[in-house]
């Protein structure tokens, strides 16, 4: 079985000391690129699976690297941010970023967030009629969802909410997106809107709405839906 290709972005000599070897050693086959300009030739010869990519690089935002590959591509693109990056990691994800995570970070944390954006990329384009996260069924036919085998009611905005979430599983929406495409441009940045119906959803599907399983806050970012 050949082999997939992750190209990783990052002008830091220790984080691709320390990332190549891991990754060849989980079966991957690895380039590596320091500048914008490389990260974006080898991603359009080189045909990647996946990028995991820093924003901060020596010649340009790292941020116009996705802009370049979403024009030809829908590979899975993986974001490194600091801590402090937080207007910049969302700026990442409304541009088509699948996912983020923080440095520091575990090479066991990334490998998982690697797996998932490889698994849903390979999963087709269509999504099946009904999906499964954990104790909750999505059935996108009958237009519900069951808990624990029981239909639950949702109003028609906690129902699209939940599709948008589901569609993106386990990868992070970011509040602008769901704002965008539930309530309409004219509303992106009305985010209690967001979180009253994040808050009726996780009272109707959590067993304990305060200590949510499935429907998980990324603070000041967003929220993600995990199976």
Do not use: C
């Not at 941020?63 to 910049?88: C, G, N, Y």
């Not at 409304?94 to 970070?105: H, I, Q, R, T």
């Not at 992070?172 to 994040?198: F, K």
């Amino acid at each position: 079985m050949m082999q997939q290709r992750i190209l990783v972005v990052d002008d830091e000599p220790q984080i691709q000391r320390f990332l190549k070897p891991a990754l060849l050693a989980a079966g991957f086959d690895v380039e590596t690129a320091a500048t914008a300009a490389d990260a974006k030739r080898l991603a359009a010869t080189r045909a990647p699976a996946l990028i995991v990519l820093d924003l901060g690089l020596p010649d340009g935002d790292g941020k116009t690297v996705i802009e370049t590959v979403r024009a030809f591509s829908a590979v899975p693109i993986i974001v490194l941010s600091a801590r402090d990056q937080e207007i910049e990691k969302i700026a990442a994800l409304d541009l088509g970023a699948n996912d983020y995570v923080e440095k520091p970070f575990g090479i066991g944390e990334l490998l998982a967030r690697i797996r998932v954006a490889l698994r849903q990329a390979g999963s087709g384009e269509a999504h099946p009629s009904q999906q499964r996260f954990g104790n909750l069924v999505l059935d996108l036919e009958l237009r519900h969802v069951l808990v624990d085998g029981v239909p639950v009611h949702l109003t028609p905005k906690e129902f699209d909410l939940f599709v948008l979430l589901a569609s993106h599983a386990n990868r992070v929406v970011t509040h602008r997106q769901a704002l965008t495409s539930i309530w309409g441009p004219a509303h992106q940045d009305d985010v209690q809107y967001l979180r009253v119906v994040i808050g009726q959803l996780r009272s109707k599907l959590e067993a304990d709405p305060k200590a949510p399983r499935h429907l998980v806050s990324e603070a000041g970012v967003g929220y993600r839906l995990m199976e």
